[in-house]
Each structure stands twice: as structure tokens, then as C-alpha cells.
């Protein structure tokens, strides 16, 4: 089970440093956040909730889990509060060993509850795909090694295809001493 | 051949943005560069040249090329002329169809003669490893679509093994107009 692994070595609390790049207009974004990912239990409320509002209630799911963020950009302080800091749940339900489908209270381009494809790479790349309203993001995500995470994404218009941002981030693990 | 449709898809001009991050101390960097990707030809003198220095000259290889650079750095003015602009000559040679070994005239983490290991993952993403005295790199690059190219890259101590900085680079294609 790849997807259960994977969410077992993602489990704690992280420093992100992410990138962003609007490639149209030659513009960087810097973001440093804290990111913090616990198992849920499977009866929790928030995973039954979530598996009743996308009809997904009779299925089987691996380890559900809960990302809570809290950044600080460089952008305009007034979108601050409204998207820095927030929290999703995920239920992974498994396809086969490699593919599969992610449920989400919240997307990561457009905050609405969404659905993602994923996959996994030969080298143990994680690599999930979601179609929005209006965009379309991939995201891929590997570990350098137990305590260091990278997430490449990118989002594009549904409309057009173009590419609208990429984006990179790299996740310290946050040691207890 | 895996390896020559790649190559013969990177040639072109470019401008890149790269984020490097160090994790260490949580710093940023940024660069846009503009980046010359132009195939050689078999019997190039540089091409010559490295086989010859790196004790290959009697290999088969596929699509030689050279790459040029030239970068603004927002770091220190003074490294900008040493670091920031330059050229290497690269040949691949194919062990199979999806791994090999490339021969760079100049390394990515430092600026000396290298020879890196190649592989493609499933997806068609590049995955270069190499060794050098000090540092260890690895690269993978893919491609968005036909005018975007994706870079990320880890350099590792070899002492420690420790991660010392992650970087991430977004190439778009410069049209003729």
C-alpha cells in the first residue's frame, strides 16, 4: 500500500520554504509556513463528513489525515488571513497499489472541496492531479530523505491551458528535542 | 532513444527563473537567467575535446550539446562574474534505452569537469545524479508542455550527506517573433 506509507512518512510538523513563479509576468513569491499533518481516526467526524458530501461514503479508504497551515508572505498583507493560513482534510481511497483518488475539503488552487487523481512514479514520486472551476493544478511530491519533503506544482487555466504559476517547496521536518 | 528526443526538445533559447533554497537558514535566492541550448555536431573540436579528457573517445554517443548562461543574481555583485555566466558542453551516452551517462565539460554544484548518471522515470522526467569532490547533485527535469521546462535539484554534502540547498528553476521558451 503506497498511499499508506507514504501519508505515514508525511505525518508531523514541517517548515515549508515555497517558491512561487508567475511565469507570464517574471514575478517571485516567497512563502515560509508551518505546516503540521496528523492522522485522523477513520470514524472521525471531519473524514465522515467529508466521505457524506462526496458520495463517497461506502467506500473503503486508507489513512485519512488533516493539514493545517499557517504562513507568512511577502505578497499583499491583506489576502493574509484569508488564504495563509487554513486546514484540509484528505481521505485517500486506492485504486490499485499505484493509482488512486484523494478527497479534500479544501483544494490547494482554488480553495473548494475537490477531488484528485493521483499516482506514483517508479521512484516513489508522488504526483496528484485536480480539475477546479476554472484551473487545473499538478502537484509532485517526493522525499530527499525522512526529514525533508519537495512539492513541484503547477496550475493551469482550464480555458486556455496556459500555465498560470509553477510553484516549489521545501519541507524541513521540525525536530522534538 | 529516450535521451536524443529530449535533447532535441531542450534546444532552444530560454528564460528561467530559479529559487534556491537553503534550508539551513532559511534563505532564499532568486535568479532569472537567459539559457542558449544548441545541439553540436558529431565531429564538433569540444566535442572532440571532452571525450578525449574524460577517456571516451572511442564511445558511441548520441545528441551532443552545449548549453550558455547568463544570470542576475539578487546576492553578492562580486561572485556575479565568476559564477553567473559561462557554457558547458554536454554528451550523452546511452547504456539503454532510459539510463546512461552524461559528459558535462562543467558541473551544476561545482564548476569542474563531472560525468553524471542518467535516468528517465515513467513519466518522461530526466533524472541526473552526479558526483563531484565535495558535493553530490541531483537534477530532475520535465517537461509542461512543449515551451515550459521544470528544473529542481538537491546538492548533498558528501561528508554529511546533509542537504544544502534545494533549488527549483521554471524555463520558458523565448519565441521568434
Given at each position: 500500500m503506497e498511499i499508506e506509507s507514504f501519508v505515514i512518512k508525511s505525518e508531523g510538523d514541517w517548515i515549508a520554504m515555497r517558491s512561487g513563479h508567475s511565469l507570464a509576468f517574471k514575478q517571485f513569491e516567497e512563502v515560509i509556513s508551518e505546516i503540521k499533518i496528523r492522522l485522523l481516526k477513520f470514524d472521525d467526524y471531519q473524514v465522515k463528513d467529508l466521505l457524506e458530501k462526496t458520495g463517497y461514503s461506502n467506500s473503503d479508504f486508507s489513512k485519512p489525515f488533516k493539514i493545517e497551515w499557517s504562513a507568512q508572505s511577502d505578497?499583499?498583507?491583506?489576502t493574509k488571513d484569508q488564504e495563509l493560513h487554513g486546514c484540509s482534510i484528505f481521505i485517500p481511497i486506492e485504486q490499485n497499489n499505484s493509482t488512486g483518488i484523494f478527497l479534500k475539503s479544501?483544494?490547494?488552487?482554488?480553495?473548494i472541496q475537490a477531488i484528485s487523481d493521483y499516482l506514483f512514479l517508479d521512484d516513489g514520486t508522488l504526483v496528484l492531479s485536480t480539475v477546479y472551476e476554472n484551473m487545473m493544478a499538478e502537484e509532485r511530491i517526493w522525499f530527499l530523505n525522512h526529514n525533508v519533503r519537495c512539492r513541484a506544482s503547477v496550475v493551469r487555466s482550464?480555458?486556455?491551458?496556459?500555465?498560470l504559476q509553477t510553484s516549489f517547496t521545501s519541507e524541513v521536518r521540525k525536530l522534538v528535542s
Open positions: 505578497w499583499d498583507q491583506s479544501k483544494g490547494y488552487a482554488e480553495k482550464i480555458d486556455s491551458n496556459a500555465i
